[in-house]
């Protein structure tokens, strides 16, 4: 298991933007590919990007192309969701996985993630 901690949430206007952060204790993460999920009051957690081992290959939902980043820095063990252009629509609880699936650079399928952290929430105000 990896122990995931999120932070860096909070409550922001819309246009403003936050910078999420996630460390990974123990292992080094460049053994696993990570990834950002959210979910909204009401509504099934959702896919947000993903980054493979090396950090070389991100993947995003439509809704967040070319507004969010996905980045790691793997001498850290942290992973970073920069969200810029902050709309209403992207408030929720955001939670950094990890996934020790092999066979692919990164995954959207929340259920090849085997670790989670708790969630930070963001909450954007219109």
């Known amino acids: 298991q990896v122990p995931l901690v999120e932070s860096g949430g909070g409550l922001v206007q819309a246009g403003d933007s936050l910078r999420l952060s996630c460390a990974a204790s123990?292992?080094?993460?460049?053994?696993?590919?990570m990834g950002w999920f959210r979910q909204a009051p009401g509504k099934e957690r959702e896919f947000v990007a993903t980054?493979?081992?090396?950090?070389?290959?991100?993947y995003y939902a439509d809704s967040v192309k070319g507004r969010f980043i996905i980045s790691r820095d793997n001498a850290k063990n942290t992973v970073y969701l920069q969200m810029n252009s902050l709309k209403p629509e992207d408030t929720a609880v955001y939670y950094c996985?990890?996934?020790?699936?092999?066979?692919?650079?990164?995954?959207?399928?929340?259920?090849?993630?085997?670790?989670w952290g708790q969630g930070t929430q963001v909450n954007v105000s219109s």
């Open positions: 980054i493979s081992r090396s950090g070389g290959i991100t």
């Open positions: 996985a990890a996934s020790g699936f092999g066979g692919a650079y990164y995954y959207t399928d929340a259920r090849r993630y085997g670790d």
């Open positions: 123990g292992r080094t993460d460049s053994t696993y590919l």
